[in-house]
C-alpha cells in the first residue's frame, strides 16, 4: 500500500481510500493511528486530492479551532456541535477537551489519559486561568516545573502568586495562589492547609506512580491531599495509558464522585522512515509491520533543515555528556548556521552569564553555549531550573534547529518538532516511544490546516519499534504502599506514616524520624558545627573556613553532618557510595550555607575539581625560576581532575559508586558543561531534597532544648543559604541569589505582606524590571 500511496498513478485509488478513510473517522472517531499515517501519504504526494476535502477533515477530527464557516451539509452538522461545546463549556474546546472539561467539573475524582496533541495543555490553561481558588500543579521533573512556570506566569495576572515551591507571601497582593511542584517539594504543603484555600490539584503526566521509588513518594503525597483536602478536585493525566482508573482503583477513591476514561483521538499525522547510514526509507509500522520500504528521494533531514524547521534528536545522557552525537550527526549540525538574531544572542547570553562560562579564551568554555549560537540545543533531566526557563525561551522564539534531548520528553516537555529521530532503543518502553512519536508534527492553530510530522528510526530497531507501537501501557492497579513485600527499609518509614497519619509538619519528616533524633545523641556533633561555622552571629566565608581551620577540624564538621544525617534513619550506616555522595555534598553545602551563588559555587568546585591550588604552585616555581617552562607545562599536564561520584537522592541502599567525569582526565579537559550538571545534581537532588529536611529538624530539636540561637541561624543558612532576613524573604518570593545582587539596593520594604519598591526601580533594565513586575 505504501508504494501506492507515494509512487502510484491511481487517482482513484488514492481519492477512495481517503473518502474510506474520511467516513471512518466520522463514524468511529479519529482513533486510529495507522488512519493518520495514511492521510499524512496523501497530504504529502497528492495534495491537489487532499486539499479538497481537508476543511472537511478538521470538522470530523472535531478539531474546531482550526475550521472556518460550513461548506456543505456535513460540516454544518459538525459546526452544530462545535457551538454546544462552546454553548456548554464557554470555550472552543474539541470533544476530548469538552468532555474532559465536564468531567473535571462535576467529579472530585478524574482520571485520564490522551495523546501528546489532543490539547491538554489548552485544557488546562483554561482551568488555571479561570479559577478562583488555589491550584496545586505536581510534575514530575524540575523540567515541566521550568516549563509551568514560564507558561502559568504567561496566563494570570500579577495579583496571582506563582512559585515552584510552597510558601505564603506577598499575601496583601496575592488573590489567589498557583503553586508548581515536584511531588517531593509536596511535604511542604500541609503545613498551610488551614490557610490555603484548595480548589484543584492538577497532577500531570500522573504516570510517575509507577516509578519504583519515587512513585511511592507520588502516591503517599496523593494519600495524603485526599485526606487533608476532601473537597478540592484531584485531576490525574497521563499520555497512551490504556487504563487511567488505576488512580481511582489503586487509592480507593469513592466511585459515585470519580470519573476516569482513557481518549484516543488523534490530531497530527505521521509518516515514517528508517535510516541506515546515508540511506532513508518510508515504511508502515501499521501495513506490513515495516517489511516493505519505499526509498525517499530526499534527505529529509537537511529539507526540513533548509526550510528552517526544527529537529528533536532523542539520544542517551552518556551520548550527550560524551558528545558522541557532535561527528555521528556533523553533517546536519554544519547546515545550521550561527545565529544573527538579537533576540537569540541576548538569551545566549544570559545561560553564559548564569553559568559563569567564559568566551573561547578562557578556561570554563562551554560547549553548550557554543552549539546554542548555531541553533543547538540540549536538553535533559540535570539541567537547572534557570537554563532550562532560558532553553525553553529560546525554542519556543523559534530559534533552534535542532534539539538532543533525553527522557525529560517523555514527562510532557511541551516541545514540538517537524521530525523526531529515535537514536537511542536502550530501555526503550512503549510509553517513551508513544510519546516521542507524539512530538514529530506541530499542531498548529491555521485554519483547515492538517498538520503531520516524521518519525525517523535506525533500520536495526524498525522490528522493535513496530512491535512496541502496537503495545499498550498499563498502570499497576495496587500502590506499591500496599505491596509489604516490595518496600526497601528506606521506604517504611513513609509508608507507615502514610498508614497511621504519623507525619511532623514542622519539620517535614515522619514522626518516628524526629522521634529518632530526639533520642540520638548528637548534640556534641551539632556543638562541634556550631562552633566553628559560626562566630559573632554570622557563618564562617569560604576563605576563613579553609584559612582558620585546620584539616583536622574541617574533617570533624563533616563528619558531625554525616551523623547527623544518618540519626533520622532505621539503619545506622551509610554504604560507600552514600558516604561517598555525602562527602561530596558537604562542601556544596557549607558554600550553599555561605551564601554563594550558583555561578560562585561553580567557580569553587571547578577550582577543587581541576586542582588550581597544586597549579598555582606550579605556576609559582616557573616564575621563580625553580623549573623551566617546558618542565611547568609537564607536570600541570600531569595532574588530573580529583574523583566526584555522581550525585542521587539519598538514603539510597542501592546507589553505585561512579563519576560524571572520567577517569584520568586531565585537568585542562575538565567538561565544564557536565560540571553544570552535576553540581546543580547535589544541589537539588542532594542537598535541597534528601539533607535539609532531616538536618534541618537536629539543629532545630537542638535549639528547642539549649536555646541556642546559633542553631536557628543555622536552619536559615541550610535551608536559604542566608540568615539575613530580608535576603530570606526575597527567596521566599521566588527571586535566585543572582537577582537578590542587584535586587537588594531597590527595596524599600519587605515582609510577607508585600514587597515595597523604591522609586528608583525606573533605573532597572527591561530584563530586571520583568523579573520583579509581578510584585510591583
Given amino acids: 500500500m505504501i508504494e501506492k500511496l507515494i509512487i502510484g498513478q491511481d487517482m482513484e485509488y488514492i481519492k477512495k481510500l481517503y473518502s474510506d478513510v474520511l467516513y471512518k473517522i466520522h463514524s468511529q472517531g479519529p482513533v486510529d493511528a495507522a488512519d493518520f499515517e495514511k492521510l499524512a501519504y496523501i497530504k504529502k504526494f497528492h495534495p491537489d486530492v487532499f486539499n479538497i476535502r481537508e476543511s472537511e477533515l478538521m470538522y470530523l477530527m472535531g478539531l474546531f479551532y482550526k475550521i472556518d464557516a460550513p461548506k456543505d451539509l456535513i460540516e454544518k452538522a459538525y459546526s452544530l456541535f462545535a457551538e454546544e461545546i462552546i454553548e456548554t463549556t464557554g470555550n472552543t474546546f474539541t470533544p476530548v477537551q469538552a468532555d474532559a472539561y465536564q468531567n473535571i467539573r462535576e467529579k472530585t475524582f478524574f482520571s485520564f489519559s490522551a495523546p501528546t496533541s489532543a490539547g491538554k495543555s489548552f485544557l488546562f490553561r483554561?482551568?488555571?486561568?479561570?479559577?478562583?481558588?488555589?491550584?496545586?500543579?505536581?510534575?514530575?521533573?524540575?523540567?515541566?516545573?521550568?516549563?509551568?512556570?514560564?507558561?502559568?506566569?504567561?496566563?494570570?495576572?500579577n495579583t496571582?502568586?506563582?512559585?515552584?515551591?510552597?510558601?505564603?507571601?506577598?499575601?496583601?497582593?496575592?488573590?489567589?495562589?498557583?503553586?508548581?511542584?515536584?511531588?517531593?517539594?509536596?511535604?511542604?504543603?500541609?503545613?498551610?492547609?488551614?490557610?490555603?484555600?484548595?480548589?484543584?490539584?492538577?497532577?500531570?503526566?500522573?504516570?510517575?506512580?509507577?516509578?519504583?521509588?519515587?512513585?511511592?513518594?507520588?502516591?503517599?503525597?496523593?494519600?495524603?491531599?485526599?485526606?487533608?483536602?476532601?473537597?478540592?478536585?484531584?485531576v490525574f493525566a497521563h499520555p497512551y495509558v490504556q487504563n487511567p482508573s488505576a488512580q481511582i482503583e489503586k487509592h480507593h477513591f469513592p466511585l459515585e464522585c470519580s470519573a476516569a476514561v482513557s481518549y484516543e483521538q488523534n490530531s497530527v499525522g505521521k509518516i515514517y522512515v528508517s535510516i541506515n547510514k546515508n540511506k532513508m526509507c518510508y515504511f508502515s509500522p501499521?501495513?506490513?509491520?515495516?517489511?516493505?520500504?519505499?526509498?525517499?528521494?530526499?534527505?529529509?533531514?537537511?529539507?526540513?533543515?533548509?526550510?528552517?524547521?526544527?529537529?528533536?534528536?532523542?539520544?542517551?545522557?552518556?551520548?550527550?555528556?560524551?558528545?558522541?552525537?557532535?561527528?555521528?550527526?556533523?553533517?546536519?549540525?554544519?547546515?545550521?548556521?550561527?545565529?544573527?538574531?538579537?533576540?537569540?544572542?541576548?538569551?545566549?547570553?544570559?545561560?553564559?552569564?548564569?553559568?559563569?562560562?567564559?568566551?573561547?579564551?578562557?578556561?570554563?568554555?562551554?560547549f553548550m553555549i557554543r552549539l546554542m549560537k548555531r541553533g543547538i540545543v540540549i536538553h535533559h533531566g540535570s539541567m537547572p531550573l534557570k537554563m532550562r526557563l532560558i532553553i525553553e525561551q529560546f525554542v519556543r522564539g523559534n530559534h533552534a534547529r535542532v534539539c538532543f534531548a533525553t527522557s525529560t520528553l517523555k514527562q510532557g516537555i511541551n516541545m514540538p518538532f517537524d521530525a523526531v529521530l529515535i537514536d537511542n532503543f536502550t530501555n526503550m518502553d512503549v510509553l517513551t516511544l508513544k510519546n516521542l512519536i507524539g512530538r514529530a508534527g506541530r499542531n498548529t492553530t491555521d485554519k483547515d490546516k492538517f498538520d503531520y510530522g516524521y518519525t525517523l528510526v535506525k533500520s536495526k530497531n524498525i522490528k522493535t519499534f513496530c512491535q512496541r507501537i502496537k503495545d499498550v501501557y498499563k498502570l499497576n492497579e495496587i500502590s506499591e504502599l500496599d505491596n509489604n513485600h516490595m518496600v526497601t527499609e528506606d521506604n517504611q518509614d513513609l509508608i507507615e506514616a502514610i498508614r497511621h497519619d504519623a507525619f511532623d509538619n514542622d519539620t517535614r519528616l515522619t514522626s518516628v524520624q524526629v522521634e529518632r533524633i530526639k533520642q540520638s545523641d548528637i548534640a556534641e556533633d551539632v556543638k562541634t558545627i556550631l562552633d566553628n561555622l559560626i562566630t559573632e552571629g554570622r557563618v564562617l566565608s569560604g576563605k576563613e573556613y579553609y584559612e582558620n581551620l585546620s584539616d583536622s577540624e574541617r574533617k570533624a564538621i563533616k563528619d558531625a553532618f554525616k551523623r547527623i544525617f544518618v540519626c533520622h534513619l532505621r539503619r545506622t550506616t551509610l554504604t560507600k557510595a552514600e558516604q561517598s555522595i555525602l562527602s561530596t555534598a558537604i562542601p556544596i553545602l557549607l558554600w550553599h550555607i555561605q551564601g554563594k551563588t550558583f555561578k560562585e559555587v561553580l567557580?569553587?568546585?571547578?577550582?577543587?575539581?581541576?586542582?588550581?591550588?597544586?597549579?598555582?604552585?606550579?605556576?609559582?616555581?616557573?616564575?621563580?625560576?625553580?623549573?623551566?617552562?617546558?618542565?611547568?607545562?609537564?607536570?600541570?599536564?600531569?595532574l588530573t581532575i580529583k574523583y566526584s561520584p555522581a550525585p542521587t537522592p539519598l538514603p539510597n541502599i542501592n546507589a553505585r559508586n561512579y563519576s560524571n567525569f572520567k577517569k584520568d582526565t586531565p585537568v585542562s579537559a575538565l567538561d565544564y558543561d557536565s560540571l553544570v550538571f552535576d553540581t546543580y545534581d547535589y544541589i537539588d537532588k542532594v542537598i535541597h531534597l534528601s539533607l535539609a529536611d532531616p538536618i534541618c529538624a537536629v539543629f532545630s530539636t537542638y535549639f528547642n532544648h539549649t536555646?541556642?540561637?546559633?542553631?536557628?541561624?543555622?536552619?536559615?543558612?541550610?535551608?536559604?543559604g542566608t540568615n539575613d532576613s530580608v535576603e530570606i524573604l526575597l527567596l521566599r518570593y521566588g527571586f535566585s541569589f543572582e537577582d537578590i545582587i542587584w535586587l537588594l539596593e531597590y527595596i524599600e520594604h519587605i515582609d510577607e505582606q508585600q514587597i515595597v519598591f523604591k522609586d528608583s526601580i525606573h533605573e532597572l533594565t527591561d530584563e530586571q524590571y520583568e523579573i520583579i513586575s509581578r510584585f510591583v
Avoid: H, W
Avoid at 537537511?302 to 532523542?314: A, E, Q, R, T
Fill in 126 to 157: 483554561e482551568l488555571i486561568g479561570n479559577a478562583t481558588n488555589d491550584i496545586i500543579i505536581v510534575v514530575p521533573s524540575r523540567a515541566l516545573v521550568a516549563e509551568y512556570i514560564n507558561a502559568v506566569k504567561e496566563l494570570v495576572n
Fill in 160 to 234: 496571582v502568586l506563582v512559585l515552584q515551591f510552597i510558601d505564603n507571601v506577598n499575601i496583601l497582593k496575592t488573590t489567589r495562589r498557583v503553586f508548581i511542584i515536584t511531588p517531593e517539594r509536596g511535604a511542604e504543603l500541609f503545613e498551610y492547609k488551614s490557610i490555603f484555600d484548595i480548589g484543584l490539584f492538577l497532577f500531570d503526566e500522573a504516570q510517575l506512580s509507577e516509578e519504583e521509588v519515587r512513585g511511592i513518594r507520588f502516591d503517599a503525597f496523593v494519600r495524603r491531599v485526599a485526606k487533608e483536602f476532601p473537597k478540592a478536585t484531584k
Fill in 286 to 366: 501499521f501495513i506490513d509491520n515495516g517489511k516493505n520500504q519505499v526509498p525517499v528521494d530526499e534527505d529529509i533531514i537537511s529539507s526540513i533543515l533548509s526550510k528552517k524547521g526544527s529537529i528533536l534528536v532523542y539520544s542517551s545522557k552518556s551520548k550527550l555528556y560524551s558528545k558522541a552525537y557532535i561527528e555521528e550527526y556533523g553533517k546536519y549540525l554544519r547546515l545550521c548556521p550561527p545565529l544573527e538574531d538579537p533576540d537569540a544572542k541576548k538569551y545566549i547570553e544570559q545561560l553564559r552569564e548564569y553559568i559563569g562560562a567564559t568566551d573561547e579564551s578562557g578556561k570554563k568554555v562551554s
Fill in 603 to 638: 567557580a569553587l568546585r571547578f577550582s577543587y575539581l581541576t586542582q588550581q591550588s597544586k597549579q598555582r604552585k606550579i605556576n609559582l616555581s616557573f616564575k621563580s625560576g625553580e623549573i623551566s617552562d617546558e618542565e611547568r607545562l609537564q607536570q600541570i599536564s600531569e
Fill in 707 to 720: 536555646n541556642d540561637i546559633r542553631a536557628k541561624a543555622m536552619v536559615n543558612y541550610i535551608r536559604y
